[in-house]
């Protein structure tokens, strides 16, 4: 009887840490996304790096997303949301979409959301130079790639600064 019993114990073993490490995974997951939102890309990559087995973050991610917790479509909405509070443009916004492969999510979420982009960047404009229109070819230049730094096209840069050479 106890040969038997020292025989199972390893295999008891083995499932309470294969339970614990999926109880771990989860709560790692759980507490990093009741701060925000992630890609379904980017929650792999750093459960991957915090030393999960890869069934293990593949089974998690899938309860996950099964569960509605894990989304990229919510990811999308809030990466758009808060990239133009924050007086980004669609280039660089599609940037950071492209990072994880979500450009068609991203492409979708802005034809549903009508973002005046023009708006935007004169708000980024106003933000930074306080309304203050450029006087002179290098002044325009030099708010024209603070914008363009900000992700903001060409059209979008000569609505708000106009033609560079009527300055």
Same mark, same amino acid.
């Given at each position: 009887m106890e040969?038997?019993?020292a025989i199972d114990q390893p295999s008891d073993i083995a499932r309470k840490s294969g339970l614990e490490e999926t109880v771990k995974a989860r709560?790692?997951?759980?507490r990093w996304l009741a701060r925000r939102e992630y890609a379904v890309q980017e929650m792999r990559a750093r459960l991957i790096a915090c030393g999960y087995c890869e069934s293990l973050v593949e089974q998690t991610l899938g309860d996950l997303m099964? !569960?509605?917790?894990?989304s990229d479509e919510r990811y999308i909405e809030m990466l758009l949301r808060a990239r133009v509070q924050s007086g980004f443009g669609p280039v660089r916004v599609y940037k950071d979409a492209a990072r994880f492969g979500l450009e068609d999510l991203l492409q979708r979420q802005?034809?549903?959301?009508?973002v005046d982009w023009r !708006?935007? +960047?004169?708000? +980024?404009?106003?933000k930074r130079y306080r *309304? !203050?229109?450029?006087h002179d070819y290098n002044m325009w230049c030099k708010q024209a790639r603070f914008l363009q730094s900000r992700g903001f096209n060409t059209d979008q840069v000569r609505f708000v600064? *106009?033609?560079a050479t009527c300055g």
């Open positions: 040969l038997d019993s709560a790692s997951a759980h099964d !569960e509605n917790y894990l802005v034809e549903e959301s009508i !708006e935007v +960047a004169t708000i +980024a404009h106003n *309304g !203050e229109m450029p600064l *106009g033609d």
